[in-house]
């Protein structure tokens, strides 16, 4: 798979992208390892530089930068919560199957996970100035629309009138999982903020 055009692929042409993917062979450890492991780092790695090289401006405080080795420590924690959300997202998408009435197939639902977040990924160059991480916010809605189209090829099968329930319970769980990803990285952030640490 050439991570490039994969990319572009799903950036630009979703709907015919998703029928190549689904006539794909991807063992979930390739997809992993050729596609969201290299994507992934895009918006930890410029989170680490936005938060800790460039900073942001606090209002009354002016610019602040975040010391680097909590930047650091910051960013990979993130890495790792991405990639295992969106592997609890494939274990999830894959378990709704049977409830609306679509074929159960963890590589294809690992592919629907993985692919859908590919403008979030790439959108997280964003983060490389703090101030701009809401056009991130912004590139990942647009993978929800990536993702109904996944739904509707159908790569897991689903019957039409069933896409969309579908789709609005898969929304619900990433948005859970990001929540609690968020929720991680505060506490830790938050803990590593304490005198002394």
């Known amino acids: 798979m050439n991570l490039v055009a994969r990319a572009q692929g799903i950036l630009l042409k979703p709907k015919e992208e998703w029928v190549k993917i689904k006539a794909e062979s991807t063992p979930v450890p390739q997809l992993f390892m050729g596609y969201a492991a290299l994507l992934a780092a895009i918006p930890a790695i410029a989170q680490f530089i936005?938060?800790?090289?460039?900073?942001?401006?606090?209002p009354f405080v002016g610019l602040y930068r975040f010391p680097v080795g909590t930047s650091l420590v910051r960013?990979?924690?993130?890495?790792?919560?991405?990639?295992?959300?969106?592997y609890v997202f494939g274990l999830v998408i894959n378990a709704l199957a049977p409830s609306f009435a679509s074929k159960p197939g963890l590589e294809n639902a690992m592919k629907l996970a993985v692919f859908s977040m590919t403008p979030s990924w790439i959108g997280g160059i964003f983060y490389i100035i703090p101030a701009l991480g809401i056009l991130?916010?912004?590139?990942?809605?647009?993978?929800?629309?990536?993702?109904?189209?996944?739904?509707?090829t159908p790569l897991m099968e689903t019957p039409k009138e069933k896409v969309l329930g579908y789709l609005v319970v898969s929304i619900v769980i990433v948005a859970i999982l990001l929540f609690v990803?968020?929720?991680?990285?505060g506490a830790i952030f938050a803990v590593g903020r304490l005198p002394g640490l």
């Open 181 to 185: 990803v968020g929720l991680v990285l």
């Open 50 to 58: 936005g938060y800790g090289l460039i900073g942001i401006r606090i």
């Open 75 to 86: 960013a990979v924690v993130y890495y790792v919560l991405l990639l295992v959300s969106v």
């Open 136 to 152: 991130a916010v912004l590139a990942s809605l647009y993978g929800l629309y990536i993702m109904y189209l996944g739904f509707s």
